[in-house]
């Protein structure tokens, strides 16, 4: 059983990636890839008070939702949408855990507000105003394809545009040591059931017993095997390229998911 | 949409092990919630603990997944014959074409709580023994239920705070009607741990007293614990006549706050018409409303704007966390379990602890057991973050 639909917008942010014409250079071989610390923006679109009490995790999530609707000229108002994440906010989960580990264990309300999975879904409804549904979804390191199958699901059953944002940022010791993601990585794909003016690619998923792809770069593949979102990269090597082929994303330990490309152009 | 069989579900809280002690306290009108004596919180609230989780062992295979959240998740599935039923359903469709969509908002977020008491001082590592993946990780609870019942299709925990495990019905059901499985182990598990505890505390949204949904003296919720679990397959042609099927799913966001609902209900009223219109029911075909009912005063206010303004002042409704306590990201699987309950016995259950109804609060809210037909249940859940899921469940006729 396959299913279809059509890629509109990409947003992207990682170690030495900064949007989706860049990182098409960088994928498909045309600019050399330097790995340098992820630069998060600052989340404009929200009003002031809720953006002093964002943390990282939002930060990134929010930068690749909106880069990827704004590049697909899509209204986020109207999308529905799927966060997959293989954690929520490290920092507020160690500082949480930290405070309960005191005596007089006072956990803040902001933080145990923003501990919640899908702190960035509840930011990006605030944010663009989009009272459609939206699904936080964890899958550990298979949580990119998760969220893949999930949007792509979404589009066949109830077919207008949707958003997927797929995103991971690093925990500080003592639980870095235990789960060792080394920055923050994370990948926004708009996609549609019909083919419009802006779609880039056709794409059709399906379940697979293969083994995933790997990058041929060696820095992108230790990106690719570090950051569970980067997962994706041998998906957006496709789309960087001439969107035409077809890549075996990681997933779970019995299946993967295979991805076949067209382009629209 | 098209419909779904619930071919088998069971449900574990501080009402009991099981169907039969959870059905027979919503008859009694008795609830589980007791003063909190959970590990060592010191906070002045009461809890919907379940008992014996702790003497839980999961099998020897599994070991690495051992904290509460699975052992909970683990004693839940003895209820019922619902790991029997699991494994017949994987049999008969096939591994692969079995999903497992579960809910939690904490897992096993406790066992990192204990790691971080027993850092080691010079360094500050955690213990070597504390296991991050199979325990503290969202994704933990689907990973040791699809071992545990030997499916292989796909799997997913959604943690949308406390819609988590009613939003878990909507994953299930795209994938079934996308033809990707043929059906799927939806649920959610949660369990008591410290942040939780001391972080609604923190948010002055727990009561010192067992919560009381839609009292004018309502004051807070009460925190439970509770694994939930329900076997969602394709509808076969002839299903018994005393099946529940899964109607209608609304999902929908408030855009409005992290933590407090739209004051008027807005999102919650919409994910309620959504699942009206999935099911292609009116508001005058639901029977009874399993209300999100946390006992905040913001919370029930609002819902009852949101059912006032989509039902008028007549369709009976009532919470059932006066009973169970907020179970949190177990809620929605609990309250569709309690909701498909109520269908098979013609029970509207009272609310419990709630004495005098707010005055204000225009929605039919009962405290006493109504007994009639029941063919349809909306259930609904709501969380943090604005996430809304609205169920309809109901008889095969």
Known sequence: MKLCAYIDGIGILGPGISDWTQ?????????????????????????????????????????????ATSSAG?????????????????????????????????????????????????????????????????????????GLLEVLSLVAVDPRPALLVAYDSEYPQPLHAKRSIPDAFGVALVLAPRRGAR???????????EPADSMADPQFEALRRAIPAARSLPLLSLLATDCRGRATLDYLDVARVAVQLEPCH | MT???????????????????????????????????????????????????????????????????????????????????????????GRARVGVFLGTSTAGMLQTELAYRARDPQSGALPESYEYATTQNTFSIADYMRRRCGVEGPAAVVSSACASSAKVFGSARRMIEAGIIDAAIVGGTDSLCLTTLYGFHSLQLSSSAPCRPFDVARDGISIGEAAAF????????????????????????????????????????SAMQAALSAAALEPGDIDYINLHGTGTPSNDRSESQAVTSLFGPTTPCSSTKGATGHTLGAAGALEAVISALCIQHGLMPGGVHTSRIDPTLTAHYIKDNRFSSVKRVLSNSFGFGGTNCSLILGGAQ
């Open chain 1, 23 to 67: 990182a098409a250079d960088l994928l498909s071989g045309r600019q050399p890839y330097a790995p340098a610390a992820t630069v998060l923006p600052i989340p404009s679109m929200l009003p002031p008070a809720e953006r002093r009490r964002t943390g990282r995790v939002v930060k990134l999530a929010l930068a690749i939702a909106s880069q």
């Open chain 1, 74 to 146: 899509a209204d986020p108002a109207l999308m529905a949408s799927v966060f997959a994440s293989s954690g929520g906010d490290g920092h507020i989960c160690h500082e949480i855990c930290e405070a309960l580990a005191q005596p007089a264990r006072e956990v803040s309300p902001t933080r145990f507000s923003n501990s919640v999975h899908n702190v960035a879904a509840g930011y990006w409804s605030i944010a663009t105003g989009s009272m459609a549904g939206s699904n936080a979804l964890c899958a550990f390191d298979a949580s990119f394809a998760a």
């Open chain 1, 199 to 209: 779609s880039l690619a056709k794409i059709q998923g399906t379940l697979t017993d």
């Open chain 2, 3 to 93: 419909p779904l069989l619930i071919s088998a579900f069971t449900a574990t809280s501080c009402l009991g092990r099981g169907v039969s002690p959870t059905l027979s306290s919503l008859l009694e009108q008795r609830s589980g919630l007791s003063r909190c004596e959970f590990e060592t919180v010191k906070i002045d609230t009461y809890v919907g603990e379940v008992a014996g989780v702790d003497e839980q062992h999961l099998p020897a295979a599994l070991r690495i997944f051992d904290c509460r959240n699975n052992r909970l998740a683990e004693l839940a599935l003895q209820q019922d014959g619902f790991l029997e039923a699991a494994l017949a359903c994987a049999a008969r469709w």
């Open chain 2, 230 to 269: 329900a076997l969602l397959e394709r509808l076969p042609e002839n299903p018994n006549a005393n099946s529940v099927l899964l109607y209608g799913i609304g999902e929908s966001s408030d855009a409005y706050h992290m933590s407090a609902p739209h004051p008027e209900g807005l999102g919650a009223k």
